[in-house]
């Protein structure tokens, strides 16, 4: 006899389906100009190389500059409220996710943020914590033994920890985590 399980099988009324929401943000003044330069600069560029890496290249610049343009510069550490005002202005991603995550705070909630960034999961750690909330973060870095006990400190109910940051290759897979 072959026993075969399928996820559907396994997980029927586990879970609550999964419900999507898509909410359209504006770019702040700054980002659209930061985006504008990366064209033009990017389109004189591609006139004389046409080559399909530039191409890849100008792409994932706007990529960053759309979730931060902190990801295009060198960026200062945050560490004071002034800095955090300037942080969130050049972002309107993190404008939203800022007034998100109080009112998820205010609720009660706890939040699971994924990035394919690294360097932005860098940026969202700073963020947290000049707003001195408790965070965990999960990416290829992370020393696998340490990866359990991460979750298991955000897992625990007195914890105290709000936000936990995660790289979407490393925390795809096999991570149990309760928000």
């Not at 399928?6 to 999507?20: L, S, W, Y």
């Not at 359209?24 to 046409?50: G, N, P």
């Not at 530039?54 to 550490?77: A, D, F, I, W, Y």
Request: hydrophobic share 35%; aromatic share 8%; proline share 2%.
């Amino acid at each position: 006899h072959i026993l075969r399980r399928t996820k559907r099988d396994v997980m029927k009324g586990a879970i609550p389906k999964k419900k999507e929401q898509i909410i359209r943000v504006e770019s702040t003044a700054y980002q659209k100009q930061i985006y504008k330069h990366i064209l033009q600069k990017s389109y004189d560029a591609l006139l004389k190389d046409k080559f399909v890496s530039s191409l890849r290249n100008v792409v994932m610049q706007l990529r960053k500059c759309c979730n931060h343009t902190g990801l295009l510069m060198e960026h200062e550490p945050m560490r004071s409220q002034e800095q955090l005002k300037d942080f969130l202005d050049k972002s309107g991603k993190m404008q939203l996710l800022d007034r998100m995550l109080f009112m998820l705070r205010s609720r009660g909630h706890r939040v699971l943020i994924f990035s394919q960034m690294t360097r932005m999961l860098d940026l969202l750690e700073e963020y947290c914590y000049i707003r001195k909330w408790g965070w965990e973060r999960l990416d290829g870095s992370t020393p696998v033994q340490e990866r359990q006990r991460a979750i298991d400190r955000y897992n625990s109910d007195q914890s105290g920890k709000f936000i936990f940051l995660l790289s979407t290759r490393a925390g795809g897979l096999g991570i149990n985590l309760t928000s």
